[in-house]
């Protein structure tokens, strides 16, 4: 089994208008969903994410994040096993949010060094 990181995308302005109680309904689905990862045996972590934080070049510290002008901000992610990466993609099509379209799944290879 390979492992794949699963960068959860979602709008930065659905993000930052929701309320405390919406976003630990939002957690607990994603929970349900790591249970269900853990019992298959896909599942190895997974964390939310705020959309503050810093974006770091050689030159410069860009403070002011969600990053690269975007629409859609990484909100978390999961570190899961799969046997590919079409497994992995079918994997995070499985997710509650994903399924209703409120959020995408950036599906990634873990390069082993």
């Given at each position: 089994m390979e492992?794949?990181?699963l960068l959860?995308?979602?709008?930065?302005?659905?993000?930052?208008?929701?309320?405390?109680e919406e976003i630990d309904r939002c957690i607990r689905?994603?929970?349900?969903?790591a249970e269900t990862l853990a019992a298959s045996g896909n599942f190895i972590s997974s964390e939310p994410l705020r959309t503050?934080?810093?974006?770091?070049?050689?030159?410069?510290?860009?403070s002011?994040?969600?990053?690269?002008?975007?629409k859609e901000a990484v909100?978390?992610?999961?570190l899961i096993r799969a046997e590919?990466?079409?497994?992995?993609?079918?994997?995070?099509?499985?997710?509650?949010?994903?399924?209703?379209?409120?959020?995408?799944i950036e599906v990634r290879p873990i390069m082993e060094c």
């Amino acid at each position: 089994m390979e492992k794949f990181l699963l960068l959860i995308r979602e709008e930065v302005e659905r993000l930052e208008k929701m309320s405390n109680e919406e976003i630990d309904r939002c957690i607990r689905t994603m929970n349900g969903w790591a249970e269900t990862l853990a019992a298959s045996g896909n599942f190895i972590s997974s964390e939310p994410l705020r959309t503050a934080g810093r974006y770091v070049g050689r030159d410069m510290v860009v403070s002011d994040g969600p990053f690269i002008e975007a629409k859609e901000a990484v909100s978390g992610y999961y570190l899961i096993r799969a046997e590919n990466l079409e497994g992995a993609a079918a994997i995070a099509q499985t997710c509650p949010f994903v399924r209703t379209g409120r959020m995408a799944i950036e599906v990634r290879p873990i390069m082993e060094c």
